[in-house]
C-alpha cells in the first residue's frame, strides 16, 4: 500500500498534510520531504506537514520545509493545519495545538482560519530594514513598485549575505493604503519567492505599526496568492493577542506509491 497525502493552500502556500498519528510516516528518511516536494517529479509544495497526537492539546504540527529539512513555525501551514484537523474530525471551530514554538489557539469559520501567533517583546529597527522574530525570523525592507521588484536575487542576496547559512526569511514591502500593504516574500528552505508567507505577513504587519506607517491594529495584506489580516494589540511595548487570519483550503487528495516512498 502507499502512503495517503492531502493537498492544502493557504493563500497560495501549499502544502503536503500527512495524517500521522500513527507515526507511519518515515521521518528518518530526511529525501523523502524533498522529493515529495518536489513540482516536478513529486507532488509539489513549499513544505510538509505531520499532523500528530498530542498528550495535552488536540494535536501536533510538525513542519518541514521543501528542501527537507524540518523548520521553524510556518503560519499558513498552520492555519491550513487546522482546517486539516477539522476535516479529519479531531477539531469543530477551536482549537488548541502544539507547533515548534509552542502553543497556539486557532478558530476555523467555514474556510477562514485565525491563528493566535506568539506574544513579540522585540523588534530591530535598522536604517534601512526592521529584523524580528514571529516564529521565524523575517527582515522587513520597504521597497518602489515592488510588482516589478527582483524578489528572486536580491531576496537572495540577503537571505545569505546578511543572515548567513541559517538564513531569515526576506520580506519586502509597498504601502497601499494607511493600513494596506503589498508584500512579497523570499522564503529560506523554499529558497525561491512564494505566493505567500503567514509568519512574514505578520512580521510585516508589525513592522509597519512599530514604525508608525499605520495606526490601526488590524492590517491588510496583499500578497502574490490573495489577501490575509493580521489584527493585534501592543500594551507596554509588547504585541500581543496577535492572529494571522485568511483563508485555507483542501485542494485534492491522493496516494503515493510505495516504491516512490522508499
Excluded: W
Excluded at 20 to 35: I, M, Q, S, T, W
Excluded at 61 to 70: F, K, L, R, S
Excluded at 227 to 246: C, D, M, P, R, S
Aim: glycine share 10%.
Amino acid at each position: 500500500m502507499g502512503l495517503s497525502f492531502y493537498k492544502y493552500q493557504g493563500t497560495g502556500n501549499d502544502f503536503v498534510m500527512i495524517d500521522n498519528r500513527l507515526l507511519h510516516f518515515p521521518k528518518e528518511d530526511v529525501g523523502l520531504v524533498a522529493r515529495l516536494c518536489d513540482r516536478k517529479f513529486g507532488i509539489g509544495a513549499d513544505g510538509l506537514i505531520l499532523l500528530e497526537n498530542d498528550e495535552s492539546v488536540d494535536f501536533r504540527m510538525v513542519y518541514y520545509n521543501a528542501d527537507g529539512n524540518e523548520g521553524s513555525l510556518c503560519g499558513n501551514g498552520g492555519r491550513c493545519t487546522v482546517a486539516f484537523a477539522q476535516y479529519l474530525g479531531i477539531i469543530q471551530k477551536d482549537t488548541t495545538f502544539n507547533a515548534v514554538d509552542g502553543l497556539h489557539k486557532a478558530s476555523i469559520n467555514e474556510d477562514v482560519v485565525s491563528l493566535q501567533m506568539q506574544d513579540l517583546t522585540e523588534i530591530k529597527d535598522k536604517p534601512n530594514y526592521t529584523f524580528l522574530d514571529t516564529g521565524s525570523p523575517h527582515h522587513v525592507q520597504m521597497v518602489n513598485n515592488i510588482k516589478n521588484f527582483d524578489v528572486y536575487n536580491e531576496g537572495r542576496k540577503m537571505r545569505y549575505g546578511l543572515y548567513g547559512q541559517r538564513g531569515s526569511n526576506i520580506n519586502f514591502v509597498e504601502t497601499i493604503e494607511d493600513d494596506y500593504f503589498a508584500v512579497r516574500t523570499y522564503e529560506r528552505g523554499v529558497e525561491n519567492e512564494t505566493l505567500s508567507c503567514g509568519t512574514g505577513v505578520t512580521a510585516v504587519a508589525l513592522a509597519m505599526h512599530n514604525q508608525g506607517r499605520t495606526k490601526s491594529e488590524m492590517v491588510k495584506i496583499k500578497v502574490q496568492g490573495g489577501e490575509l489580516a493580521v489584527q493585534f494589540e501592543k500594551n507596554n511595548g509588547v504585541y500581543q493577542n496577535i492572529y494571522l487570519i485568511g483563508p485555507a483550503k483542501q485542494v485534492f487528495k491522493g496516494e503515493i506509491y510505495a516504491e516512490f516512498a522508499r
